[in-house]
C-alpha cells in the first residue's frame, strides 16, 4: 500500500539464525562445552562491550583490528566503549579485576558468544560473528600447548569436520624477536615496491604482519623473507621443539608454517592453526597461541597465558549435521472442559519430561488434526466431552496410523516408552 512503513532489514554483516538451524549450533556448542569440562576448563562470561584502551592495549595498536574493524562510540557519560572484537583482553581484565590468580582452581576458561568487527562480509564471515574460545593461563609448560591443540582436534573430528591439517610455528619472544624484526624490516625494505600499499604501511609498524597479507603477490614475495624460527633464542627453540614432539606423542599429524604469525600483536613462542581444504583462501577452522607477556602488560602478575579461538559460522559451514525429527505429543480438543483437561494433562507429562503442545487456537477436530500432521507430531491425544467424562483419550500415533484409548498412565507409558 502506498506510504505504508516498511521494517528495516537486518544490518549488513549479521544474520537472523532460525530455529531449525539454531539445532545446528546447539549440536556444536553442547559438544564444545560437554568436552571442554573433561579437561577442567570453566566457563566464564564477560560484558559484550569494555572500555575502548582494554582492547587497543590488548590486541595491539598496529593490528587490523584496532584500526581499521572496531566498533567504538562515546556513551552518554563521555566515554570510550568497544563492543568486543575478541576476548582475550577481556579474560585478562577479569582474572586481575577478580585477583583469581590467587585462588587454588587451574586458571582455565571458555566462552561461546558474539563478537564485533566492522569487516568485509563474506561466506562465514560476519560483523556480528560468533567465537568459542579457550584461554589457559600460569602454565608455561608446553605440553599444554600440545593438549589444546589435541583437545581441538578431538572437537573437531567429533563433530564430523573432515579434510583438516594442523599447522604450527613460533613467533619468538622479547629477547629474539627484534633480531628477526630487524632482519625482516631490511629484506621486506627492499622489496618494497612488490608489495601492496598495507603491507608498505606495515613495514614501519609491525613487520612481521606482512605474512597475513592475502594478496598472491605479497604471498610470493614473503617466500623469500627469513623465517622467524631460524632466529629463536634457546628457551624458545627447546620450547618448539618439545610442543612438536608432544604432538607427536598424540599421534597428531602437524606441519610447520614459518609464515603463520597469526593476525595479533601479543602472540608470542607458539602459534597453530587448523585448517580445512574446504574453506577456500580464509581456511582456518580455528587458531591461536601463547601470550605469555600479556597479564604485566595489563599490570597483573607474570603468569603466561595460552589459548585459541574458532568462529561458529565457519566451523558450522563445514560440519556435518542431519537434524533428527522433534518427537511430540500434540493436542486436539473440543470445548472449554476439554481445553481444560488438556491443560493439566500437558502440564504433568512436561513435568516428567515428555514435549507436548497444546495450541490455543478454536479449530475444528478436522483442522487440528490436519495442523498436528503439518508439523509432524510423533502423536496426537484428542479430547472431547466423551473423553473427559470417561477419563479415556484417543491416543493416535501419527506415524503407524494406530488409535488407541488410554488412561493417563496409558499415555505415559506409550509416549515415555518411545
Not at 618439545?242 to 597469526?262: M, T
Request: glycine share 8%; proline share 5%.
Amino acid at each position: 500500500m502506498k506510504g505504508e512503513r516498511k521494517t528495516p532489514p537486518a544490518i549488513k554483516g549479521t544474520q537472523d539464525i532460525l530455529p531449525p538451524y539454531v539445532k545446528k549450533w546447539q549440536k556444536a556448542e553442547t559438544e564444545a562445552k560437554g568436552l571442554f569440562e573433561l579437561y577442567g576448563y570453566k566457563e566464564i562470561r564477560t560484558p559484550v562491550f569494555e572500555p575502548t584502551e582494554l582492547f587497543q592495549k590488548g590486541t595491539g595498536p598496529t593490528s587490523d583490528i584496532v584500526t581499521k574493524e572496531m566498533y567504538t562510540f562515546v556513551d552518554k557519560g563521555g566515554r570510550s566503549l568497544t563492543l568486543r572484537p575478541e576476548y582475550t583482553p577481556s579474560v585478562v581484565r577479569a582474572i586481575i579485576e577478580h585477583r583469581l590468580y590467587l585462588q587454588p582452581e587451574p586458571l582455565r576458561f571458555y566462552f561461546i558468544g558474539p563478537m564485533f568487527r566492522y569487516d568485509k562480509p563474506q561466506k562465514g564471515r560476519y560483523r556480528q560473528f560468533h567465537q568459542v574460545n579457550i584461554e589457559v593461563f600460569n602454565e608455561k609448560d608446553s605440553a599444554i600447548d600440545a593438549e589444546i591443540v589435541e583437545m581441538a582436534d578431538i572437537l573437531l573430528h567429533k563433530l564430523g569436520v573432515s579434510d583438516i591439517e594442523v599447522l604450527v610455528n613460533s613467533v619468538g619472544c622479547k629477547k629474539c624477536r627484534p633480531s628477526y624484526h630487524q632482519e625482516l624490516k631490511s629484506k621486506a625494505q627492499a622489496q618494497k615496491e612488490l608489495l601492496c600499499e598495507d603491507c608498505q604501511r606495515k613495514i614501519e609498524t609491525n613487520p612481521l604482519r606482512i605474512f597475513d597479507c592475502k594478496k598472491e603477490t605479497c604471498r610470493e614475495v614473503s617466500q623469500e623473507f627469513p623465517k622467524i624460527i631460524d632466529f629463536l633464542c634457546s628457551e624458545c627453540k627447546e620450547h618448539f621443539e618439545k610442543f612438536c614432539s608432544y604432538l607427536d606423542s598424540y599421534q597428531i599429524p602437524f606441519r610447520v608454517e614459518p609464515r603463520l604469525v597469526r593476525g595479533l600483536d601479543y602472540y608470542t613462542k607458539t602459534t597453530f592453526e587448523i585448517v580445512s581444504s574446504r574453506l577456500g583462501s580464509q581456511d582456518a577452522v580455528l587458531g591461536g597461541g601463547r601470550y605469555d607477556d600479556m597479564m604485566t602488560e595489563f599490570g597483573g602478575p607474570d603468569i603466561c597465558g595460552i589459548g585459541f579461538a574458532m568462529g561458529m559460522e565457519r566451523l558450522l559451514s563445514v560440519m556435518p549435521y542431519r537434524a533428527e525429527k522433534d518427537q511430540f505429543l500434540y493436542i486436539v480438543y473440543l470445548g472449554e472442559e476439554a481445553k481444560k483437561e488438556g491443560m493439566e494433562l500437558v502440564r504433568e507429562l512436561r513435568r516428567e519430561g515428555v514435549p507436548c503442545l497444546i495450541e490455543y487456537k478454536d479449530k475444528s477436530l478436522k483442522n487440528q488434526m490436519s495442523r498436528a500432521n503439518k508439523l509432524e507430531a510423533t502423536w496426537t491425544l484428542i479430547i472431547g466431552e466423551e473423553e473427559v467424562k470417561s477419563g479415556e483419550y484417543s491416543l493416535k500415533n501419527m506415524e503407524s496410523g494406530v488409535q488407541e484409548k488410554v488412561g493417563r498412565e496409558g499415555i505415559r507409558e506409550a509416549v515415555k516408552g518411545r
